[in-house]
């Protein structure tokens, strides 16, 4: 279907404030939540980022506490085994965090290495954080959106001296018990503190924030001089998006206010004053769970094991093409 260029003097894109964009999704339901209403998603002529052309006040509440804030306690695996399972998995826990710098007993550095090509097997070593820093002797972490803790007890575990910004109260409060972090309700509060951070981390962040470049500008200030920022967060240019498009998990319309591809967000960082950018995705074969859920919205059913498993197959023979069509986006980038 041929789509045509719109402007609107009521809406802009809110990464550059263009009024002329393309309609990609329109009129799309809330398939997660099921909140009344319809949206629809546009591709900003200027610099092409996605964004809702209407997003919904964040103060109407779009998503129950109980399931999309952190309100349980987090449960962080100790590095002790038990049995030989057990055993082999700390071992692998711990290859792997030699691998980063950290400085641990037992593991083999080499093994971690050989590990990389195993993502998921990395992932379940790493806790499931896509995001994982190197070793960092007393170096300051910032997570922002730290939602229940558990990203920051684990850093704390490992040397870091934690931080977090949860708007929620009580995702902050668990936070700060388990954690030991300091927690502060916005970045506003963090100005004001007497030092500045080594690395500054967002996971599945940004997509929620309508002011992108003031908040990535507000993190640039706080880092030391070539400090760090590591961001996770859905990729537009995703297989998954491509096949289900409207019906693709990753979208969450309204939530998901601004969604981005690997050059829109590259581009985004150097205007922020970043540099030495890694952007990367995940496996395509990871995004399973997007495939399912994806699914099901177009669908209204669970996928069989047949197109489960041509899903999978389909998955790989992309993989080999190409390393940009993975479910999310890993962003590394340095202070200038």
Known sequence: MKQTTETTPTFFCPVCRCKEYVIVCREVPDFRFRVDGVWSSARCLNCNVIYLV??????????????????????????????????MKEYIRKSIL????????KGNCFLGKLLQFFPQIVLKAQWGQ????????????????????????????LGWLIYG???DPESALIAQTTSGALIYPSLDEIKALPFQFDIITMN???????????????????????GKIAISTPN????????????????????HKILYECGTLKTLLQESGFSEHII???????????????????????????????????????????????????AWARKK
């Open 54 to 87: 209407a997003p919904l006040d964040d103060s109407k509440s779009p998503c129950p506490p109980p399931v999309y804030s952190q309100h349980s306690t987090p449960d962080v695996t100790p590095l002790q085994g038990k049995g030989l399972s057990g055993k």
């Open 98 to 105: 030699k691998k980063h710098g950290y400085n641990i007993e």
């Open 130 to 157: 896509i995001i994982f820093p190197s070793a960092m002797p007393h170096g300051r972490l910032l997570d922002i959106g730290c939602g229940n803790g558990r990203f920051l007890n684990i850093m704390g575990k």
């Open 165 to 167: 910004v949860e708007p």
């Open 204 to 226: 599945h962040v940004l997509e929620h924030i309508q002011t992108p470049r003031e908040v990535l500008n507000a993190c640039w200030l706080l880092l030391k001089p070539a």
């Open 236 to 255: 537009w240019g995703s297989l998954c998006r491509k096949v289900f498009n409207k019906y693709w998990y990753g979208l969450d319309a309204p939530r």
């Open 280 to 330: 990367s995705t995940t496996s395509i074969r990871e995004g399973m769970v997007s495939f399912r859920k994806s699914y099901f919205f177009r669908f209204g059913r669970s996928p069989s094991t047949i197109i489960k498993t041509s899903w999978f197959f389909v998955s790989m023979l992309a993989e080999l093409c190409t390393s940009s069509l993975g479910e999310e986006i890993i």
